[in-house]
């Protein structure tokens, strides 16, 4: 089946940029997301990039795709506080409704 | 306004019993889902409804049914709780129509604990 994969943790000091990376396998993927989820809160959808594009910028966050490589990452830049959360690496084609979720990566920031 | 909301948001009950967590959502979306969280954060869908219509139903235990009374509205119930069922279950919704027909939106989750 179609697989997502992130690596499980990523510590960064405050004011650096983080940049957490995903793989996927799936070649039809038409979209690619990346959610945030806070403890003890839902998900919420940070950004998402259509597979025919490269990258995509909003603010902080600069999310750059690799399709060739099925290579996804999400920078964030300035890191805070705030940004302490684990983030989940998604992707979906139009083959079904079916979004398939990576493990999540949980960002921890240094002081 | 709230656009996926789902009710209860913790759910403390006995193994043996059944409960349902409803989810409702004001953004005029065509499509529902659920999914499940683990303890380890693991995201899985369960179940995704088109218009009142089942459409995704993976592999989940016959004893987790959902029901969509409206194309507002998708409700899971679930009978004869088990230890295993403990989780937080998510509710979404998505378009179906447009460039973000693909787009889930999520709601806060139910926090189910079994004992």
């Known amino acids: 089946g179609e697989d997502v994969e992130q690596s499980l943790f990523l510590s960064v000091r405050e004011g650096d940029s983080s940049v957490i990376n995903c793989t996927y396998t799936d070649s039809s993927s038409t979209y690619l997301y990346w959610y945030k989820q806070e403890p003890g809160a839902g998900l919420q959808l940070l950004t998402y990039i259509f597979s025919n594009m490269d990258m995509k910028q909003d603010q902080r966050l600069t999310v750059l795709l690799n399709k060739k490589d099925k290579h996804l990452s999400l920078r964030i830049a300035d890191t805070q506080t705030g940004d302490s959360a684990i983030y989940f690496c998604?992707?979906?084609?139009?083959?079904?409704?079916?979004?398939?979720f990576g493990k999540g990566t949980r960002l921890h920031i240094l002081p | 306004d709230t656009a996926v909301s789902q009710t209860p948001k913790y759910l403390v009950t006995q193994m043996g019993n059944d409960k349902s967590i409803k989810c409702e959502q004001n953004l005029g979306h065509d499509t529902m889902y659920w999914y499940k969280q683990d303890s380890k954060k693991f995201l899985k869908i369960m179940f995704s409804y088109n218009n009142k219509e089942l459409i995704i139903n993976e592999t989940v235990p016959n004893r987790f049914s959902p029901k969509s009374p409206d194309k507002a509205h998708l409700n899971l119930h679930i009978n004869s709780l088990e230890l295993g069922d403990s989780a937080v279950y998510f509710c979404?919704?998505?378009?179906?129509?447009?460039?973000?027909?693909?787009?889930?939106?999520f709601g806060a989750g139910t926090r189910l604990s079994v004992l």
């Open positions: 998604a992707e979906s084609s139009n083959r079904d409704d079916k979004i398939i």
């Open positions: 979404a919704s998505s378009p179906n129509w447009g460039l973000a027909k693909n787009i889930q939106y």
